[in-house]
């Protein structure tokens, strides 16, 4: 496995959205899908992204867990968010 097809496998674990994969959009419920949205957004190369409210469909426990998540894997990347 090399590193790119690594980073991704640990993003899609630490935003909880590997039991979807196979799911279709409308099987999911709508934190699942911004957490799909968020991981894909992720995914494409950029060192800065454009994110709007990305934890607004999360419940509050599920915000700070994905938020650390999220801060360290764009760490990992050299990547950075507004």
Same mark, same amino acid.
């Given at each position: 496995?090399?590193?790119?097809? @690594?980073? +991704?496998?640990?993003?899609?674990?630490?935003?909880?959205?590997?039991?979807?994969?196979?799911?279709?959009?409308?099987?999911?419920?709508?934190?699942?899908? @911004?957490?799909?949205?968020?991981?894909?957004?992720?995914?494409?190369?950029?060192?800065?992204? +454009?994110?709007?409210?990305? +934890? @607004? @469909?999360?419940?509050?426990?599920?915000?700070?867990?994905? +938020?650390?998540?999220?801060?360290?894997?764009?760490?990992?990347?050299?990547?950075?968010?507004?």
């Amino acid at each position: 496995m090399d590193l790119e097809t @690594a980073q +991704f496998a640990a993003m899609i674990t630490n935003l909880g959205i590997d039991h979807i994969l196979d799911k279709y959009t409308n099987e999911i419920s709508y934190g699942q899908l @911004a957490r799909v949205r968020l991981c894909r957004s992720l995914i494409s190369p950029g060192l800065v992204h +454009f994110l709007d409210e990305p +934890f @607004a @469909a999360l419940d509050p426990p599920d915000r700070s867990e994905i +938020f650390s998540s999220l801060r360290k894997t764009m760490r990992s990347r050299s990547q950075q968010s507004l």
